[in-house]
Structures are given as C-alpha cells and as structure tokens.
Nanobody
Framework: QVQLVESGGGLVQPGESLRLSCVAS????????MRWYRQAPGKEREFVARITSAGGITNYADSAKGRFTISRDNAKNTVYLQMNSLKPEDTAVYFCNSQISRDYWGPGTQVTVSS
C-alpha cells in the first residue's frame, strides 16, 4: 500500500532553516510528481511546491519562491523541502502528497517558527 512519511519538522527561530524529508513506499516513486502542502491552524491546506518525476521541473507557491527548494532522490524514494529564511507565517503542519489513483497524504510534520 502507498505510504508517505514526513520528518524533519521542529521549532526554529525566524530566519533559520529546516529540511523536511518524505520517504515514499508502495508505488513506483520515480514515475510520479510529488508535492508538498501545508496547513496552518484554522486555515485550509495549501500548496507549497511540486517537482516532476525526474526532478527537472519545479513549481512553487508565491509564498515559497526564493526561500524554499523542493528536490528528490529517486534512488532513496525520498522528496525533500529545504526551507530557508523561515518566517512565523510558515508555521504549519507540512504534508507530502502523491497523486496516483487518488491523493495520498502522509501524517505530516509540524514546523513552528517563533522567537
């Protein structure tokens, strides 16, 4: 069965960095685009970044452009989200997503940006 497991979240101060990881299993990882979403308290889940199957094309939400970088290692079935210059408004649960026959989601990893 499809499984996505995120890690790497934590509590950081504004301006610091984090790298999130998502390990995938149960499907042909290298064939599918992968996405990161996030959901802040009281808000809807929102798109953050997307990467194509081979990693050649990436797309970002305006809020992530210039600060976040999505990447993947198909040999490790892992997608990453490098987040730099973090702001308090980046505080959210971050989810990994794959769209195969339907949307699949991991349980999420909490990112808190606070001084």
């Amino acid at each position: 069965q499809v499984q996505l497991v995120e890690s790497g979240g934590g509590l950081v101060q504004p301006g610091e960095s984090l790298r999130l990881s998502c390990v995938a299993s149960g499907f042909s990882f290298s064939v599918y685009a992968m996405r990161w979403y996030r959901q802040a308290p009281g808000k809807e889940r929102e798109f953050v970044a997307r990467i194509t199957s081979a990693g050649g094309i990436t797309n970002y939400a305006d809020s992530a452009k210039g600060r976040f970088t999505i990447s993947r290692d198909n040999a490790k079935n892992t997608v990453y989200l490098q987040m730099n210059s973090l702001k308090p408004e980046d505080t959210a649960v971050y989810f990994c997503n794959s769209q195969i026959s339907r949307d699949y989601w991991g349980p999420g990893t909490q990112v808190t940006v606070s001084s």
